[in-house]
């Protein structure tokens, strides 16, 4: 590759001193970055056949996350160590009524740690939480009806149960 750039025409308002720092930063940035899509494009096939295989390097380091939102209220959600449980609870209104959320809470924090959580003026909530350690844990958030009439004398929680199976060759 050349510097041809900086002998275009059209050029002729950059300084060449720019043109000799700038050409070359540009075409450094693209091999990293090609160099980088090679790497992960290695990476994935290799991480699934470990992963297929029962490779436990590969399962760990594979951490997902998974989005929860009001219509997982009861759900049973397996999840490995180091996964993040992303819970989006939507307020709102309906049947004339305004509903708002409380923030959600795990109800064992050694299972699955809180690393954030946002309760908006809409009446929508929102918490992150990793697992951390083997398992069972419900997050849980409360539903507030904030109309000045007509409220619904019981609204039950909405409720996700977590489990954490124990790590391979962790044995007990």
């Not at 470990?50 to 590969?58: D, F, L, P």
């Not at 951490?63 to 219509?71: E, F, G, K, P």
């Amino acid at each position: 590759m050349g510097f041809g750039v900086c002998a275009d025409r059209r050029m002729k308002r950059m300084k060449r001193s720019k043109c000799r720092v700038a050409v070359p930063l540009a075409m450094a940035l693209s091999a990293v970055a090609v160099a980088a899509t090679a790497a992960a494009t290695a990476t994935a096939p290799a991480a699934a056949s470990a992963s297929a295989s029962g490779t436990a390097s590969a399962s760990a380091s594979a951490a997902r996350r998974i989005v929860l939102t009001n219509i997982d209220d009861g759900r049973n959600l397996p999840v490995g160590v180091g996964d993040e449980v992303e819970v989006r609870l939507t307020g709102g209104r309906g049947g004339g009524l305004a509903w708002s959320w409380g923030e959600p809470v795990a109800s064992d924090t050694t299972v699955l740690v809180p690393t954030a959580h946002n309760v908006l003026p809409d009446g929508s909530a929102t918490a992150v939480f990793q697992a951390q350690g083997s398992g069972t844990a419900e997050i849980t958030a409360v539903k507030r009806c904030v109309a000045p009439s007509g409220c619904p004398a019981v609204v039950p929680p909405w409720k996700a149960t977590v489990s954490v199976p124990e790590a391979a060759g962790a044995g007990g």
